[in-house]
């Protein structure tokens, strides 16, 4: 195919752009003739042309209409000529942009204009083949500087004629203005599955070589089962992501029920995981020839950017293996506390670590007040020129590579990894996604035990295994799960078939055999961001356990302006990094006492009973020198946790720090009621994130924890009737029936006997 001429292909893109049924198009370019000087050939040289954007195999080439109309007017040498006098130089200078061009060629396009331009300036008639233009544009995409470029443009200026540099210009621009000619006809053409096979690979030239005439899948009836070779990047298996449905945990365990059955043949109830969805990148580790390489889903390779930070160690988890796929996700990870830090900084973290490392500095375990250390960091981040970048988080911040798959594993070494399967034979060395994934997900915990340093840049995902076989266990464990994840901070929850194979590309989405739950927060109109003041808080663990000696969960209050008391209503521990976490504390430091549930001052509600998982650390001494957080939540659900409000927010987040404001200016108790008792648009579970039709779901008078709606008092005027120098008698001729339970902010069962009964 390479020895054809580049003018045959040209006069075939010539024919398909005239006027004309777009079904006939394809066969006016692959027709008989071709087809048969390609044999049992691939047609991929052919086919490149006409995909540019799916080809990873070639780098972008970094032009459009305006840097090639400039290189023109330099091969032309119209450069210097007036736009208005010259017409040959007014067209390439209103590509180029030139000012005194504009508006002089409106609805023209540079190839068209090129016919015209280069008439008469290069031969009639080209002579270069089509393996020699891809050698030309294989160049090209390598060549960085605008000089270099013209360079090897020069070498083919004067081969190519005015019609072939019409669709050399198209090819490089990465638009060939055919209708009817895309790439989904193309791959239509090429086989029925050729759509699918590259959904899977990512790879245009391994498409064209396997559904050639003679090729693996040319006979093939339907798309090869997915197959993955170790340095061949592919579409990774994707989750599905639900609409919102009020009871969405139900409906997913349900729902792979249906799909284990209807799509593997399993019977019963099939055993399933939730993973913690994780907010970084999708990246899939190769192990090829002693070496690590990296992708994205894209596929995009990554192996120059985060490759310094991990191939170490996953080099060593794999050690005697001669080639691996791994699936899974790399992310920033603070050293100190093991959270994760805001999605987006996984480039800065990277280029600093490899600034480190170029100056012979440790990149983890080091002193973060060593000056050499944090010149160094101070320098990489001042070089990036972003001012969203916080140097401060970024000094703690490290790369990991969470795993939750495992793809291939091959090599002497790689017995010991694979083990067995359930039925006690020993696992084949080679491609595993046609196992379950219970087996490979074995298989990865082995490979990533080997890590055993303090900070672990290799881990296994998060995951809890439900093998109940009643619905209710089932619904409430994956509830459990999910709750706890988010309320954490975490981004939602994949759940999974345990008994499901890995499927390539986007029609795995289409099984359903992994489903992604996730928080869907209200409009801004729906849920209003509140003022709280920060009344108690946790400390931070570290990802080794230990304390780090700063507070990063908090809970906050609102205030009752007629008492001056505060009220909790909830904690919250996401929204900000680790340099806020710091800087929180510094303020707060100097005005925290230890917290003893026997003892509570008197500022603050006595209807507040924490859990003991709840329970804060440190409670705040003087609330006028605390701090006020602005929060947004998905919902204020009802709570007996929060007695005295009633409710307590769910997945809440810090917006910012309001330091223009003081514990006088937080939300009222009238304020976070009115919030509560608003129809919410939030589902329990959301689903896919943006988009979907939400359904709206009014709160009830029956609500969680068997709290109801008119068993909760108005606090305030309570207040207002205890603080009271002489009571009116306002229930001289009402009856009471006190509950064992009763109970109103710091009033127990007597002590509202009590009052009720000086009120008459």
């Known amino acids: 195919m390479h020895a054809l001429s580049f003018a045959s292909i040209c006069a075939r893109l010539d024919r398909a752009e005239a006027p004309g049924p777009q079904s006939a198009k394809h066969g006016l370019v692959f027709d008989r003739e071709l087809l048969k000087a390609a044999g049992k050939q691939s047609l991929y040289p052919v086919v490149r042309l006409l995909c540019t954007s799916l080809d990873v195999g070639r780098r972008n080439f970094g032009l459009k209409e305006k840097g090639l109309a400039q290189l023109y007017l330099q091969l032309t040498g119209l450069k210097g000529a007036d736009p208005a006098k010259n017409k040959a130089a007014g067209k390439l200078h209103f590509f180029a942009g030139t000012a005194s ?65 019409k669709w050399l210009a198209r090819v490089i621009i990465g638009n060939l203005k055919l209708g009817g000619l895309g790439d989904n006809t193309i791959f239509k053409h090429l086989h029925r599955s050729a759509k699918d096979r590259y959904a899977e690979c990512q790879n245009l030239k391994k498409v064209c070589a396997e559904y ?70 999708r990246i899939m580790a190769h192990l090829v020839n002693g070496e690590i390489r990296l992708w994205t889903r894209s596929p995009t390779d990554y192996t120059s ?20 796929i791994l699936d899974g996700e790399c992310l920033a990870v603070c050293t100190q506390t093991g959270e994760c830090v805001r999605f987006g900084s996984n480039q800065t973290c990277s280029r600093v670590e490899r600034a480190l490392k170029d100056r012979g500095l440790p990149t983890v375990h080091f002193d973060p007040n060593d000056e050499h250390v944090v010149k160094s960091i101070e320098e990489s981040v001042a070089q990036m020129n972003d001012s969203t ?79 109940d076989t009643e619905d209710k266990k089932r619904v409430d464990q994956l509830h459990a799960f999910y709750d706890q994840v988010v309320s954490r901070g975490g981004e939602g929850v994949v759940v999974k078939l345990l008994d499901s194979p890995y499927i390539l590309g986007e029609r795995s989405r289409a099984t359903r055999a992994w489903i992604k739950l996730k928080p869907e927060y209200g409009a801004d109109g729906d849920i209003p961001r509140l003022d709280y003041l920060i009344v108690a808080g946790n400390w931070s663990d570290a990802a080794t356990g230990g304390r780090t000696g700063r507070l990063s969960k908090y809970t906050v209050a609102a205030r009752c302006p007629h008492t001056g008391r505060f009220y909790a209503v ?157 009571k009116p008698k306002v229930f001289k001729k009402d009856e009471f029936l006190a509950l064992p339970s009763a109970r109103c902010g710091d009033l127990d069962r007597p002590a509202l006997l009590q009052l009720i009964a000086e009120a008459g």
């Not at 190839?111 to 090209?140: N, S």
């Open 212 to 281: 050639a005439v003679g090729g693996p899948g040319h006979n093939a009836a339907a798309t090869p089962a997915g197959r993955v070779e170790p340095g061949e990047s592919f579409k990774p298996m994707l989750a599905h992501g639900e609409p919102n449905i009020d009871d969405q945990a139900t409906h997913t365990v349900r729902e792979l029920q249906r799909v284990a059955k209807k799509r593997f043949g399993i019977e019963g109830v099939p055993p399933i995981t939730c993973e913690v969805k994780l907010d970084g990148e």
């Open 305 to 324: 950017h985060y490759g310094p930070c991990i191939s170490e160690t996953l080099l060593k988890c794999l050690q005697g293996c001669d080639a691996a």
């Open 389 to 467: 970048v916080d140097a401060e988080q970024i000094k703690t911040a490290r790369l990991v590579f969470v795993c939750f798959d495992a793809l291939y594993l091959s090599g002497d070494g790689a017995e010991e990894l694979l083990g067995e399967d359930d039925a006690g034979k020993k696992i084949k060395p080679g491609a595993l996604g046609h196992l379950p994934l219970k087996i490979r997900r074995r298989i990865a915990e082995r490979i990533t035990r080997r890590e055993d340093a303090a900070f672990r840049r290799i881990r296994m995902v998060e995951h809890i295994n439900i093998t």
């Open 101 to 165: 061009a504009r508006g002089t060629h409106m609805g023209a396009e540079l190839g068209a204009a090129l016919v015209e331009v280069l008439k008469g300036r290069v031969p009639p008639h080209g002579d270069m083949t089509l393996g020699e233009v891809h050698d030309f544009l294989d160049q090209l995409a390598r060549m960085t500087k605008s000089e270099t470029k013209r360079t090897i443009f020069e070498k083919v200026y004067t081969r190519l004629s005015p019609r072939e540099h």
């Open 570 to 726: 909830g904690r919250v521990g996401t929204g900000y990094g680790f340099a806020r976490v710091k800087d929180i504390h510094e303020k707060l430091k100097g005005n925290l006492d230890n917290y003893d549930p026997k003892s509570r001052p008197d500022w603050l509600d006595g209807g507040w009973h924490p859990k003991p998982d709840n329970r804060p650390d440190l409670i705040v001494r003087d609330p006028s020198k605390s701090l006020v957080l602005e929060i947004k939540c998905a919902e204020l659900v009802v709570s007996t946790e929060y007695g005295s409000v009633g409710r307590t927010f769910r997945f809440p987040r810090v917006e910012r720090v309001r330091e223009d404001k003081g514990a006088d200016d937080v939300s009222t108790l009238d304020e976070v009621r009115r919030v509560g008792e608003r129809k919410r648009t939030v589902a329990k579970i959301g689903g896919a994130g943006a988009g979907g039709k939400k359904k709206k779901k009014k709160i009830t008078r029956k609500q969680a924890d068997g709290v109801r709606r008119d068993q909760l008092v108005d606090v305030e005027a309570l207040e207002e009737l205890r603080q009271a120098s002489t």
